[in-house]
């Protein structure tokens, strides 16, 4: 079944903060952009001093930013098989389209089908550890990670979720927490240990995306990104780091 249809998304980017339905096999589709008008979203949190304009920001820190809305989360009503790469470990266009446009796409109540469902490993990221799994000399840019509801394990709801942000936000909050040696070089870097003094009721769906991964008994998750824009980390809210989630890599 395909993921989604374009259309459909161009409707999305159209009117951001509303929720579009559609259906596909007698299975209704919800797609929905988590944070739309982000940079808005980053100079309400940062302020004006910080974020005077995102073009000053991206030559100060030497780090791209081309997102207008962040996030998309699409929901299947019913369980749904998507086969969202090959053997090969290629990710579908469609999919590279939809990361290249939201930063991070969130699905619930799908799985992977049969032939690539055990591909990978599992991994528990370190807590508010903001990181990249992946950097710019290897071939397999995006990860993708899944909750599958046929594993024992990951059948059951996850104690911890995990947090998403692009690089430019890595920077700002260093900027803002005066952390500058993790800053003291232009571009990228591979890991930030940031917000662990911050509220995170105040920054969760506002700057950075939450995968919670808590839905109930049975359902599958999936999520993934280009880690060459985007940083992620788990947030352990009570302390308790949860399961380990599939994780692979992919061309």
């Known amino acids: 079944m395909p993921l989604v249809n374009l259309k459909i998304i161009e409707q999305l980017i159209s009117m951001p903060e509303s929720q579009l339905e559609c259906f596909e096999n007698n299975n209704k589709i919800t797609a929905q952009i988590l944070i ?3 940079i808005a ?3 309400q949190f940062y302020g004006e001093k910080l974020l005077p304009n995102i073009e000053v920001v991206k030559h100060r820190s030497g780090i791209g930013f081309t997102m207008q809305h962040f996030g998309l989360k699409i929901r299947f009503a019913k369980p749904v098989s998507l086969n969202l790469h090959d053997k090969n470990m290629d990710l579908s266009e469609i999919c590279k389209r939809l990361i290249t446009l939201f930063g991070t796409v969130i699905i ?3 799985y992977l089908p049969d032939s690539i469902r055990d591909i990978g490993h599992k991994n528990r ?3 508010l550890n903001f990181h990249r799994d992946r950097n710019e000399s290897q071939p397999t ?3 993708l990670y899944t909750r599958n509801p046929f594993d024992p394990t990951q059948a059951e709801p996850r104690t911890s979720s995990t947090l998403f942000i692009p690089n430019i936000v890595a920077y700002l909050q260093c900027m803002k927490e005066h952390s500058y040696d993790q800053i003291n070089t232009k571009g990228i ?4 240990n940031i917000f662990h003094q911050q509220d995170m009721t105040e920054v969760i769906n506002k700057i950075m995306l939450e995968h919670s991964w808590n ?6 998750e999936i999520s993934m990104l280009d880690n060459r824009t985007m940083l992620h980390a788990s947030y352990q ?3 308790v780091p949860g399961y380990r989630i599939g994780v692979r890599y992919l061309g």
Do not use: T
Request: avoid cysteine; proline fraction near 14%; charge should be positive.
């Open 237 to 239: 809210k009570n302390g």
């Open 125 to 127: 990221f370190p807590h």
């Open 108 to 110: 619930e109540n799908a």
């Open 215 to 220: 839905l109930p008994e049975g359902i599958g």
């Open 189 to 192: 870097k591979s890991h930030y």
């Open 41 to 43: 979203s980053l100079r």
């Open 141 to 143: 840019p995006y990860s």
């Open 36 to 38: 739309p008008h982000y």
